[in-house]
């Protein structure tokens, strides 16, 4: 075990070096910076010092290593309109992002898991049918589409539910929270359905999937034979095995939640730090760009470590070796 | 004294299917009286098995108990709901399964899946649970059970697994095993152990057994009463020695003879000619006519009765065979 987390804990490292590469080499094409920043009747002299200034006029591989180096240390780099760091700026935003996550993957797993083991088991009732049918909605409808259309139902049209920002915010352990207030869990409930809607349908339709298949097995039928009751035998002794796969798909889903939630956060001016990117990306904010990207990798690596840990608690014939 | 513990009476389970009805069983009767061992035989296909998950009302859709009493300890099971039968499962009427290697959840520890039996039908406390798990699995023949509780089935062989499996059915002492094909997908020697097993441990304990199987040796060793099933039909009843002995119906007579002899001279091996009829047009008169070598006029077109011969020997044809095997 402890051999196998090192192992990993190297890979982890590997890769996001590898995204380092990836992500710096990517951003220097994306246009200059520099003209962004200067006013727009600048002299020549004027952008050349700005450039010195940013360190922009170093060759590239250079460039790289002092990133690299900061990075090391910690240091993202300042964020060009800001001028604060870059990594600051992020963490200060995460906790909006990160709640909004936390709710939208819990609304997942406590809708999708029973529906899904109920569709799968009952396959043949007409509610099934209709579970199914939702869900083939909720994979096919665009997400921002979803989202305007429950501001424009519930916020424009009923008036009951608000349509952006996150209201009231207490301090949680340090970071500033809106789930604990009952103005914020108004505010963070429109956001959080329409990001979980499509990780929701796909892991309903997954659950359903696995227990169709699990609820054949001879083993579901010496358990019946042994009289177990209906909720154990569904959640227990046939859900704990169509669970596998579900995982699997789980920890991707939560990282396409993640990189969602700059789409819903736009859409619902949800100040997270998906936000803060397209704003930095409209203003080619390049080091903040940088910095939540190789944030969201880690996020992403430890995600699929965490997934990979967690097979093991469920089944005993996964050995980590 | 022999006490009734089972009766069967004109049990019909037939499957709705699209293309239309199955009727797997069709007007099976039996009795089974306590720590008697009674065995189901016949080809695939000729409703053993669902006469074995009929008993515990284990019927899935779309199949269906369409028509008959099921009498245990004189109590109709068919009118009994879905709650009352989660009680009588394993606890009064147990089953074992065919595939050892399946009909474990992979995972949940042996202890687990044999506990949970305890868990559901007694009031035992979790050490009283445990102590019970161990003598179980020292019963059926496992060593060392103490440090093989915690282990998943994939540490266990299949005839380990099968031993555990047994171990399950036995954990609340039911009045009723039903065991359905249990040796067959296991290797001859561990066959015999696990049959060996099983018979004493339902002789000691005075349990009734229902054995399905396709095995004619097994059943010759094992069962005090044999019913031999052909397309959901009984065809032929009786105690063991008098079945293998002297079968007096063409296809009791049929299996029998198909039965590779160690010490026959014979080239090759005697079949029954002809595959089991289609489930959907089952023939009219006798199910068997169209392979029996015994065909007359009559069976073709009138369905025989199930009839006694002799005390307790019953049989359902025409023209029965007479005791040597020739006909009448």
Not at chain 2, 201 to 226: F, G, P, Q
Request: proline content about 4%.
């Amino acid at each position: 075990m402890f051999k196998y987390i090192t192992k990993r804990l190297y890979q982890m490292i590997l890769v996001l070096f590898v995204v380092s590469i990836i992500v710096f080499f990517v951003m220097s094409f994306t246009g200059d910076p520099v003209l962004m920043m200067v006013t727009p009747d600048a002299t020549q002299a004027q952008i050349d010092r700005a450039r010195t200034e940013l360190g922009l006029d170093k060759p590239l591989i250079t460039q790289y290593f002092i990133f690299v180096k900061n990075i090391l240390r910690g240091d993202f780099g300042k964020s060009y309109v800001f001028k604060q760091s870059a990594i600051k700026l992020i963490i200060e935003r995460m906790p909006a992002t990160l709640e909004l996550v936390f709710v939208s993957v819990l609304l997942s797993i406590i809708v999708a898991i029973p529906l899904g083991v109920f569709a799968g088991a009952f396959p043949n009732k007409r509610s099934s049918k209709t579970i199914m049918l939702g869900s083939l909605l909720g994979i096919s409808l665009p997400n921002f589409w979803v989202g305007m259309m429950l501001i424009f139902v519930f916020a424009v049209h009923f008036r009951v539910m608000p349509s952006s920002g996150r209201g009231e915010v207490v301090n949680f352990l340090g970071m500033r929270i809106s789930i604990f207030t009952a103005d914020g869990f108004k505010h963070i409930i429109l956001p959080a359905v329409m990001l979980s809607i499509q990780s929701l349908a796909i892991l309903l339709r997954l659950t359903r999937a696995g227990m169709m298949e699990v609820m054949k097995q001879d083993y579901i039928k010496f358990a019946r034979s042994k009289g177990v009751l209906q909720n154990s035998l569904l959640f227990q002794h046939a859900l704990k095995n169509a669970l596998i796969p579900v995982i699997t798909v789980f920890g991707i889903q939560i990282g396409k939640i993640i990189a969602f939630a700059t789409v819903t956060e736009t859409i619902f001016s949800w100040p997270g730090m998906g936000k803060l990117l397209i704003d930095s990306i409209n203003r080619s904010d390049r080091p903040v760009m940088v910095a939540y990207l190789m944030i969201v990798a880690f996020i992403f690596v430890l995600l699929n470590f965490i997934v990979d840990i967690v097979y093991t608690s469920i089944d005993p014939r996964i050995d980590l070796r | 004294m022999v006490e009734k513990l089972l009766e069967v009476k004109d049990l019909k389970t037939y499957f709705h299917t699209f293309k239309g009805i199955v009727k797997a069983v069709d007007g099976v009767s039996f009795k089974l009286n306590k720590g008697e061992i009674l065995g189901i035989v016949g080809e695939s296909g000729g409703g053993k098995s669902v006469t074995g998950f009929s008993i515990l009302k284990l019927i899935d859709d779309p199949g269906k108990i369409e028509n008959g009493e099921i009498l245990f300890n004189g109590e109709n099971l068919v009118n009994k709901s879905e709650k009352e039968m989660k009680k009588i499962r394993g606890s009064k009427i147990s089953m074992i399964f065919q595939d050892p290697m399946t009909s474990l959840n992979p995972l949940y520890t042996i202890q687990q899946q044999i506990g949970e039996v305890l868990k559901i039908h007694t009031n035992m406390n979790a050490e009283q649970r445990k102590q019970r798990c161990i003598n179980l699995l020292d019963d059926v023949g496992i060593p060392q059970p103490e440090a093989r509780l915690k282990s998943y089935p994939h540490q266990f062989s299949g005839g380990m697994r099968q031993r555990a499996i047994i171990a399950a059915a036995l954990a609340a002492e039911p009045e009723l095993i039903i065991a359905d094909e249990p040796t067959t997908a296991l290797d001859v020697t561990i066959q015999a152990q696990i049959l060996r097993l099983m018979k004493k441990l339902v002789k000691e304990k005075n349990t009734s057994l229902l054995l399905i199987t396709h095995d004619l040796a097994v059943v010759a060793e094992m069962v005090d009463r044999a019913i031999v099933l052909y397309c959901g039909q009984v065809m032929e009843t009786g105690k063991i020695d008098d079945l293998i002995h002297q079968p007096i119906h063409p296809y009791t007579y049929g299996l029998l003879n198909s039965i590779p002899r160690l010490n026959d001279q014979k080239k090759r091996l005697s079949q029954i000619e002809g595959m089991v009829p289609n489930m959907f047009e089952l023939p009219k008169g006798c199910n068997y006519a169209p392979r029996c070598d015994y065909c007359q006029e009559r069976c073709l077109k009138e369905e025989p009765k199930i009839r006694e011969i002799y005390e307790g020997h019953r049989v359902s044809c025409h023209y029965p065979l007479s005791r040597e095997g020739s006909h009448e």
